[in-house]
């Protein structure tokens, strides 16, 4: 238990207005305090301002002596001293003796093993709801015994002043790893609980021989267990939700010596063209206890327009995974057999199936390239080609070769097989192709999973050096080649050196990765020249 920071709170916080309340009372107070409105399926219905999206410029990490030498310092993590961190905290204190507030204790960690018991102290009742969905919900004997080991302190409605307490604007994510504290302001964005949750154990786990994963995952019929690594708006929630399968988890896991786990206890679906047709565990997991985020309701019947994005393209819902029908509960299973890298390639460049070898696989997962999706980030307004280390790279405080290397380990020690699948453009880039089918990556990824692409023939891309099948089982096989998708191949030639050039770039910053998994990577002609290298 953090007794420095539990024994503060004691003393400088009135009670809350009540611990571990049900969802149906939670909803009841939100509603009475207009923080939402109740949809036509009876899932509460919010709002998050001007913040819609995370805000990664506002995120920082207390620079304290413990964790200084571990912590991949940089624009990513940024530090924030010791002094500004203590100034905020207390206003943080100061400022939940003015309001009122909740609070909820559970877990983060299906496995009893492994799990971080959590306190979560939230200002508004419909983040209380979304943390209980979110997190793993104690049983009453469990609650009876909860020493929390980290606390998170949510009160949007207090702002920083940057020129007093050291931040970048009036909203703040701050991580203090020492003190074992969270404090969040300024953003009702309910998704940067949920995510500096993530950061935590992408610290601590690794410390206890767990790879932590920004990734879904589910399991079939005969116990295979299949990862899908990506980032925000890639499809891994929705891939993962196959009525065929079990689902797992959507976004976090844990994977030990005795096989995955999810973190969380409950899934955060991206809403925008949600449709009952294509996504129906999703959609059907919308209803009473699921908390939404600017989802767009019709003002006489408050029925969802999940196609309308006035208010974000990151409409957001958040609820518990047993809403999910065929969801395993508890999120426990064995190793992997399969891993999908997803991929939302903006430029239209990159095959929608690919197998990687070890060494490709710890290349591209390393170099985390996709497209960031409008709204998933503030000032992001159309896809915008990125490089995110792991698949998540907002979320890893320590540096990225470590995860990489756990992943290496992993691929070797059972076995896997490991695919990159594309699920942005084909034809050209943004604006001129279009979007990958979605029946066509489920038959891809089916076929994956079933051990169809065992025996099929490949050929090896001649700038990124990965396989590319022949034919896939239901899919046109017109679409496997993305060059013969563009009109002019020409063109597409000179895109995709273009793209192997950045991925090059990228990779300069990891100057001490082995010789063996730099050259898995693509070969531009840029590089072939000596211009990179």
């Not at 419909?126 to 997190?135: A, D, K, M, T």
Request: aromatic letters at 10%.
């Amino acid at each position: 238990m953090n007794e420095e920071i539990q024994t503060t709170y004691v003393k400088l916080v009135k009670p809350p207005v009540g611990c571990n309340l049900p969802v149906s009372r939670l909803v009841e107070i939100a509603l009475a305090r207009r923080e939402g409105v109740l949809a036509a399926t009876g899932a509460l219905s919010c709002t998050t301002g001007k913040y819609t999206g995370r805000s990664p410029q506002d995120r920082f990490i207390v620079d304290e002596p413990s964790v200084h030498g571990r912590i991949a310092w940089g624009k990513i993590n940024q530090p924030l001293a010791e002094k500004s961190f203590e100034g905020l905290y207390q206003k943080v204190l100061a400022y939940l003796g003015t309001t009122q507030f909740f609070i909820f204790d559970g877990f983060a960690g299906t496995d009893e093993k492994y799990r971080l018991p959590i306190r979560v102290i939230n200002e508004l009742a419909w983040h209380n709801i979304f943390v209980q969905q979110l997190l793993i919900r104690p049983t009453v004997e469990q609650l009876a015994d909860h020493q929390p080991e980290f606390t998170v302190i949510c009160t949007p409605g207090l702002k920083a002043d940057p020129q007093i307490d050291g931040t970048n604007s009036e909203a703040f994510i701050v991580l203090s790893l020492e003190k074992r504290v969270i404090v969040i302001g300024g953003t009702e964005y309910a998704g940067e609980i949920k995510k500096s949750i993530f950061s935590v154990l992408n610290y601590l786990m690794p410390e206890r021989e767990i790879f932590p994963m920004h990734c879904s995952a589910n399991v079939g019929v005969d116990n295979d267990v299949a990862l899908f690594f990506g980032l925000s708006g890639t499809g891994k929630t929705t891939l993962s939700a196959d009525p065929e399968r079990r689902l797992i988890g959507d976004d976090e896991h844990g994977w030990s010596s005795t096989g995955i786990f999810n973190f969380e206890g409950g899934c955060y679906a991206k809403c925008i063209n949600l449709s009952k047709q294509h996504e129906p565990q999703i959609w059907n997991a919308i209803r009473f206890g699921t908390v939404t985020e600017n989802v767009v309701l019709d003002a006489q019947t408050r029925v969802a327009d999940y196609s309308n994005a006035a208010l974000t393209e990151n409409t957001r819902a958040g609820y518990p995974i047993d809403y999910i029908d065929n969801a395993m509960i508890p999120g426990l299973a064995s190793h992997p057999h399969v891993v999908i890298f997803l991929t939302a390639d903006a430029f239209g460049i990159l095959p929608p199936i690919a197998k990687l070898s070890k060494e490709q696989a710890m290349y591209y997962f390393l170099s985390g390239y996709t497209s960031k999706l409008a709204g998933t980030e503030r000032g992001i307004t159309e896809p915008e080609a990125t490089f995110s280390s792991c698949f998540g790279e907002p979320f890893l405080p320590l540096n990225p070769a470590v995860y990489a290397n756990m992943l290496g380990e992993r691929i070797d020690a059972h076995h896997v097989q490991v695919y990159l699948v594309n699920t942005g453009w084909s034809g050209g880039p943004y604006g001129v192709g279009k979007r990958m089918k979605l029946s066509h990556t489920r038959a891809m990824i089916s076929a994956a999973l079933d051990g169809s692409l065992e025996k099929v023939l490949y050929h090896q891309d001649a700038v990124f050096g990965i396989l590319i099948p022949e034919t896939v089982p239901g899919v046109p096989a017109t679409i496997l080649q993305p060059r013969g998708t563009w009109a002019d191949p020409t063109a597409y030639d000179i895109a995709a050196q273009a793209l192997a050039a950045r991925f090059q770039q990228n990779f300069i910053k990891f100057p001490d990765i082995a010789a063996n998994i730099r050259s898995a990577g693509p070969h531009s002609s840029a590089e072939r020249d000596g211009i990179i290298g």
